[in-house]
């Protein structure tokens, strides 16, 4: 049985992984633009 701490913990470690996928998938479009206006 999970406690009340350990359900906190899970979901904030969930919270945060898909704040760093979303943020990782931002970067990587910002970085292809970049690098399309440097290259063009």
Do not use: K
């Not at 049985?1 to 990782?24: G, H, K």
């Amino acid at each position: 049985m999970l406690d009340l701490n350990m359900l906190m913990v899970l979901a904030l470690l969930a919270i945060t992984l898909m704040v760093l996928r979303i943020f990782e998938i931002c970067y990587g479009c910002h970085m292809d633009a970049l690098w399309t206006t440097i290259l063009t």
